[in-house]
């Protein structure tokens, strides 16, 4: 398969933004395009706390914010898409590479730990709250059953235990061998 995009979706804290970054330094002339900062500048823009979006932030941005990344997915080439649906969104073309990130919950709990300095029971509860909010909006927007299914995605990476430059190393490998 000539890969033309990849699509990186996973769980909360699994690691999906950080192995998109890397592997778009390692790969010559290819661009990260981030559903989830773009979601995070809205919040920021209209003084909402991230941790509250999921009751604050309506229907329509998340509808805008997807179309945004579905677009970037079906029309450029070397680029790589982070965010939750990516993955979904690129379901039907045989060109994207799509992935999909997990890790075990309670590593997952220490990433967004450290990442947001909350207390870790904090980062479990707000996983726990944005997972069940996430597949409710999901459902509820675009009829989507599951977004982590499997037969959605060409890879699917434990990044539990493997370093960010070993992910990304990794899925660099797959790309270059098309």
Not at 1 to 25: D, F, H, Q, T
Not at 87 to 96: E, I, K, S
Not at 98 to 114: D, H, N, T, W
Request: glycine share 6%; hydrophobic share 40%.
């Amino acid at each position: 398969m000539k890969i033309r995009a990849i699509a990186i979706s996973g769980e909360i804290a699994s690691g999906k933004s950080a192995i998109a970054e890397k592997l778009a330094g390692t790969l010559n002339g290819w661009k990260l395009h981030t559903a989830g900062q773009i979601y995070r500048d809205y919040c920021k823009t209209h003084h909402i706390q991230f941790a509250e979006a999921h009751d604050r932030v309506p229907d329509e941005v998340n509808r805008m914010i997807d179309a945004q990344q579905g677009e970037i997915i079906q029309t450029h080439s070397n680029i790589i898409a982070d965010g939750r649906l990516s993955g979904w969104l690129g379901r039907d073309l045989a060109d994207v590479l799509r992935v999909f990130c997990y890790a075990e919950p309670e590593i997952r709990a220490q990433r967004l730990s450290k990442r947001d300095g909350i207390p870790v029971e904090k980062a479990r509860a707000e996983i726990s709250l944005r997972e069940a909010h996430d597949i409710a909006t999901f459902q509820h927007i675009y009829g989507i059953q599951d977004y982590r299914a499997p037969a959605l995605y060409h890879l699917r990476l434990d990044t539990s235990f493997a370093t960010i430059e070993e992910m990304a190393r990794h899925l660099k490998e797959v790309v270059e061998a098309g």
